[in-house]
């Protein structure tokens, strides 16, 4: 896998991030050897963790965790057998050898994203729209007073942008909405799930994609991050977050060393947003390779 055919040497320019997208692989004959050449790459702890987790988990896990091995030896420069990771307090993971690049990795049911950047921390969140047990419980956890309060003055409106029907569209759509957005921080805060979902304040709107503005953060200044929303398709709703740049996101397909790439050759954007802060003029195209299937999973992220 060659860092001048994806054309990323060195690492994401100043003021931007990429975000490659993983999906899990179809059912079929090649996918246990796909998921088997993935889990070929990890390390031996991340095997070990690999058999203990459930079956329904595995592929995605395998992939996802390889795409992040695979895409930080392309932008490191280095083959992916010398890629090693340092866990921080809270389990984010940082570049052995290469404290300037920085990652994240998150993945939901059928679907991962990996982030890198080279401006600060950085942090992705991608999360699968679904029916929700109990999402009055889920906003008190989640929003601030001063969110919930926005809210109720003029939350969100229209359809449930892919809901199963029944669904409570427009609520369900802003709480997920919102999730991603805050766990893209905290994550490149680096407290991730462990962090307080309510000390991040933001007002996203109805939007899918583009800049959103970041009202208050845990321990810094707001006007300092880029924080965006990332269209991964109608199902998801997607954020990243940097400390100190991000103006820019670049999304690309899947790396060809996980055997999930798209069908063409070179790197695969399919999002990108102007530099000009809180104002977007996004322009969009979907992925061009296979669509995610959504089985059964688990969040996870760093």
């Known amino acids: 896998m060659s860092a001048v055919r994806y054309g990323v040497t060195g690492g994401p320019p100043p003021g931007e991030v990429h975000v490659w997208v993983v999906p899990e692989p179809p059912p079929g004959p090649r996918r246990e050897a796909l998921v088997n050449r993935c889990a070929g790459l ?40 010398q890629v090693t990771f340092v866990a921080g307090k809270f389990g984010k993971p940082y570049v052995s050898g290469d404290p300037g690049l920085r990652i994240s990795l998150s993945h939901t049911e059928g679907l991962a994203l990996v982030a890198v950047s080279r401006d600060g921390p950085v ?17 008190r956890q989640m929003l601030s007073p001063w969110e919930a309060a926005g809210w109720a003055e003029g939350g969100p409106r229209g359809g449930g ?30 407290s991730g799930l462990a962090g307080d979902l309510t000390a991040v304040w933001v007002a996203p709107g109805e939007r899918r994609v583009g800049p959103v503005r970041l009202h208050r953060v845990p321990g810094g200044a707001s006007r ?11 199902e998801f709703r997607a954020a990243v977050a ?20 798209h069908t063409s050759a070179g790197p695969h954007p399919v999002a990108a947003t102007t530099s000009a ?17 959504i089985p059964a999973g688990s969040h996870a992220g760093a």
Do not use: M, N
Request: aromatic letters at 4%.
């Open 42 to 81: 990890l390390s031996p702890e991340e095997r070990r963790r690999w058999g203990r987790i459930v079956p329904g988990s595995r592929a995605l896990y395998a992939c996802s965790h390889a795409a992040l091995r695979a895409v930080t030896a392309l932008y490191g420069g280095r083959p992916v057998s």
């Open 123 to 139: 942090g992705v969140d991608v999360e699968r729209v679904r029916p929700l047990r109990d999402p009055a419980g889920l906003r």
């Open 161 to 190: 942008g892919g809901l199963p029907d029944g669904t409570a569209g427009a609520l369900h759509d802003g709480l997920f909405t919102r999730w991603a957005c805050k766990e893209a921080v905290l994550k490149a805060l680096g």
């Open 224 to 234: 300092a991050w880029g924080l965006q929303l990332i269209d991964v398709g109608p």
């Open 242 to 261: 940097v400390a100190g740049g991000g103006e820019v996101v670049r999304v690309l397909g899947a790396p060809r060393v996980t055997g999930l790439a």
């Open 277 to 293: 802060p809180h104002r977007p003029t996004p322009t969009t195209r979907r992925p061009t390779g296979p669509a995610p299937l």
